[in-house]
């Protein structure tokens, strides 16, 4: 079993960046695959990245390509969230995710098995 635990969210102008974090418990943190969904109240969780267990191949929606960036650091148990040239549409609340089996084009949530707490990112006009 896997806990997470998102941080980095706060509140930045459009145009600006921040990165968000997701820490991970567990020894076998390196035998999942992770990825971003974010959630805007009354919505469904939608797809943002995703990065395969060993940090190479990764896959992003549409509307963050060339603006977010995922990697992860297996000795730290931690995926990351470089997020850039940030917009008001991407206000939203932010999860990170984990699953143990499927493939990266898997983007519904639940596709995933693991899911952190969240975290707010609101981006400013």
């Known amino acids: 079993q896997v806990q997470l635990v998102e941080s980095g969210g706060g509140l930045v102008q459009t145009g600006g960046s921040l990165r968000l974090s997701c820490a991970a418990s567990?020894?076998?943190?390196?035998?999942?695959?992770m990825g971003w969904f974010h959630q805007a109240p009354g919505k469904e969780r939608q797809f943002v990245a995703a990065?395969?267990?060993?940090?190479?191949?990764?896959h992003y929606a549409d509307s963050v390509k060339g603006r977010f960036t995922i990697s992860r650091d297996n000795a730290k148990n931690t995926v990351y969230l470089q997020m850039s040239s940030l917009k008001p549409e991407d206000t939203d609340v932010y999860y990170c995710a984990a699953t143990a089996s499927g493939s990266l084009y898997n983007t519904r949530p639940r596709d995933y098995d693991y899911w952190g707490q969240g975290t707010q990112v609101t981006v400013s006009s």
């Open positions: 567990g020894r076998t943190f390196s035998s999942y695959q």
């Open positions: 990065i395969s267990w060993s940090g190479g191949p990764t």
